[in-house]
Antibody, heavy 113, light 113 residues
Framework: EVQLLESGGGLVQPGGSLRLSCAAS????????MNWVRQAPGKGLEWVSA????????YFADSVKGRFTISRDNSNNTLFLQMNSLRAEDTAVYYC??????WGQGTLVTVSS | DIVMTQSPDSLAVSLGERATINCKSS????????????LAWYQQKPGQPPKLLIY???ARASGVPDRFSGSGSGTDFTLTINSLQAEDVAVYYC?????????FGQGTKVEIK
């Protein structure tokens, strides 16, 4: 069974940084493209970033380009999202997703002073 | 980016009646080499991650009741909920995964009339 478990969310001040993790199990992590998707309170779903299985290619939404970095540790089946220069509009539940069928439960990031 | 537009934004349907949600993409999400439309439908209830209902525009995900069906190809798609049940109250999203940068419709809220 595919399992994805996010962690690392919390309250951070504007301009601050946070690193999210997603622990994966139940599938061959190292060959899977992985994604981060976020949902602001009361709003819709927004794709944030993706990374290929090898980590050789990364993709970002314009809204986070230059501020967020995606990476992975295939030896420990873990996906990361490094978020820098955080803004109030980055406040959201962040989900990691393998594909349409496999999403984690999400971790809440709140950017506020 | 491929823009996904859902209609309506909300609808109220009587128990046992049919609910129909439309989704239009700004460009075709049909991959000619396999004749598949890279379109998924999700159901999301408060406090929960999105749940996959339909993939490849019309394939029902495992465990999804057969009152849920998807249709369409290319740029125009429909999610139909036959015989609406109380547990179907939720927000429904369409999503294209044709592009590495996924995009989602704005969501359609389904309520009981």
């Amino acid at each position: 069974e595919v399992q994805l478990l996010e962690s690392g969310g919390g309250l951070v001040q504007p301009g601050g940084s946070l690193r999210l993790s997603c622990a994966a199990s139940g599938f061959t992590f190292s060959t899977s493209v992985m994604n981060w998707v976020r949902q602001a309170p009361g709003k819709g779903l927004e794709w944030v970033s993706a990374i290929t299985g090898s980590g050789g290619s990364t993709y970002f939404a314009d809204s986070v380009k230059g501020r967020f970095t995606i990476s992975r540790d295939n030896s420990n089946n873990t996906l990361f999202l490094q978020m820098n220069s955080l803004r109030a509009e980055d406040t959201a539940v962040y989900y990691c997703a393998k594909d349409a069928a496999a999403w984690g439960q999400g971790t809440l990031v709140t950017v506020s002073s | 980016d491929i823009v996904m537009t859902q209609s309506p934004d909300s609808l109220a349907v009587s128990l046992g009646e049919r609910a129909t949600i439309n989704c239009k993409s700004s460009q075709s999400v049909l991959y000619n080499s396999n004749n598949k439309s890279y379109l998924a439908w999700y159901q999301q209830k408060p406090g929960q991650p999105p749940k996959l209902l339909i993939y490849w525009a019309s394939a029902r995900a495992s465990g999804v009741p057969d009152r849920f069906s998807g249709s369409g190809s290319g740029t125009d798609f429909t999610l139909t909920i036959n015989s609406l049940q109380a547990e179907d109250v939720a927000v429904y999203y369409c999503q294209q995964y044709y592009s590495t940068s996924w995009t989602f419709g704005q969501g359609t809220k389904v309520e009981i009339k």
